[in-house]
């Protein structure tokens, strides 16, 4: 049974930056890839950064491309996302994701969540 477990969220000034963390468990990780998603109050759950796994390619949504990383380390199974230039529209929940790399996108694909954890961007 896949396990994902998130943590590094709070509160921080716009322009700060915070990293978030994503322990694995029970993931093939040869076949997976792993990601964000975010989910901001009244919003739809949105695709933030995926990273695949075996190749190390990754996916950003254009509102975070160049101010995210995302990134791995295959002997801890964790997978980050580095968030510098926090803006106040970056204030959601962050849940960690586990899929197939073809749709690790699409929120109603995703085989696996984390709990989330909240970023809160202050302006």
């Known amino acids: 049974q896949v396990q994902l477990v998130e943590s590094g969220g709070g509160l921080v000034q716009a322009g700060g930056s915070l990293r978030l963390s994503c322990a694995a468990s029970?993931?093939?990780?040869?076949?997976?890839?792993m990601g964000w998603f975010r989910q901001a109050p009244g919003k739809e759950r949105e695709f933030v950064a995926a990273?695949?796994?075996?190749?190390?390619?990754?996916n950003y949504a254009d509102s975070v491309k160049e101010r995210f990383t995302i990134s791995r380390d295959n002997a801890k199974n964790t997978v980050y996302l580095q968030m510098n230039s926090l803006k106040a529209e970056d204030t959601a929940v962050y849940y960690c994701?586990?899929?197939?790399?073809?749709?690790?996108?699409?929120?109603?694909?995703?085989?696996?969540w984390g709990q989330g954890t909240q970023v809160t961007v202050s302006s």
């Open positions: 994701a586990a899929s197939r790399w073809a749709t690790m996108n699409i929120p109603g694909l995703i085989r696996s």
């Open positions: 990273i695949n796994w075996s190749s190390g390619n990754t």
């Open positions: 029970g993931v093939t990780f040869i076949s997976y890839a």
